[in-house]
């Protein structure tokens, strides 16, 4: 046996996991299949139970380069606020969301110290003995060279495209969420609040494919964006250029958050999946994460889905529960499946499916809706709570 707990992926949720086995005296192996610290271009929203967890396992200085708390949102419609969510609003909602660089959290996790991480190392198959899984046949993904690394448990944090899962035989069918997003990063601009997430709506969003930039703040007056473009409408070439520089130049706060950049060249594409798979595991394997329940980012949901399967499955590894793969599913799958009906009432709303027929003909008395302080709160409450068993 080479090690105790082989996780497959450094992930967030990979990560969390790592770090409590670790810290508790748990010998544990990270397979990072990046050959280094990979930045993530991307916003990410961690709710205040999420950040609860990560406390304990970063250092105060790992958590402020990492973390800012968010003061409020704005929702701008030709230059002029038409949802807008205060600082007040959010104090009385008890509900504090904090705005992430994902690549920050993940390192910082990753550096901690408590656990073994090879980074440049893939899991191409699992191991078995009998019906059990019993650990990885790995690859250097710079040599090529594979060998085996034999564990009590392999966990696989690998991603909604994970091999583990494949190679457990476990089922997951996906849909694609019909909005794909176009992310980068910016320098934080004068012209912006400090700490106030901007959503500007593309006021051409029923003849273009963009429908809408958000941009977050980071720490250190860093900030990530993101272009969400419908995909079934989203073309290539020199008309999504003209589509960009329609948009993206229309509003003077938007061409500040986007100088510098050529649109669509230097912005990262992501498309996502959605759906939640059959099994969380099998006898000596278990999944977590984006690996059983990827999702759209609305809502917010996706890494705090991670987060809190790891640390259920940590609490049942620790307490040496006799059948922990049963335990964690039967735990952790109401909450994840609460999380991704977000998604799903998303994906059907923008595609004019189900009940979200209906509600798209009220769509213009929606603002007015969601202004009401009292619905803000709401949408915190549930947001926050979602992913909580
Ligand atoms: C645009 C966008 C915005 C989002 N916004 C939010 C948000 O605001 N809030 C939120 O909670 N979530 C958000 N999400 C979702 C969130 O990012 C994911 O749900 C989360 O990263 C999942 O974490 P994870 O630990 O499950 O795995 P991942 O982050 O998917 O990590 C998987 C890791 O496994 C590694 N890997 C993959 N295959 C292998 C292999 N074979 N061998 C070794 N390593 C491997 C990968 O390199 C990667 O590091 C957003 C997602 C997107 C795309």
Redesign the pocket.
Known sequence: MDTEFLI???????GVLAAMLGKSGRRVVV????PGRTPIV?????WPSTVEILTPLLSPAALAEAMVPVKGLRVMRSGAPLVELTSQTIAASGVQPWSTD?GAT?SKLLESGAFEVRHG????EVLKEGARIAGIRARETGSGREFDLRARWTVG???????VREACAIGMNTRLFPVE?L?FGFDWPASLPAGCPHAFLNPAAGRSSLLVLGALPFPGGRGAG?VAALGARLKEGPELEAEGREFLHGDPRIADLTRGKVFPRDFVR?K?PWGHAERYGTDGAVL????IH??S?AG???????VHDARVLAELFLSNHTGPVEEYERRRRPANERSISITRRVSDAVEGKGIARVARRFARWLPRLVNLPIVQQRLLREASRAFVE
């Open positions: 497959v992926g450094g992930g967030i949720g990979g397979l990072e299949r990046n991307r916003p990410e929203v961690l994902p993940r190392v893939e899991a191409v944090d690998d991603g909604a495209r994970s091999t997003f992310c993101l992501v996502r977590i994460g984006d690996a990827p999702v980012p917010g949901q996706g890494a705090n889905m991670s």
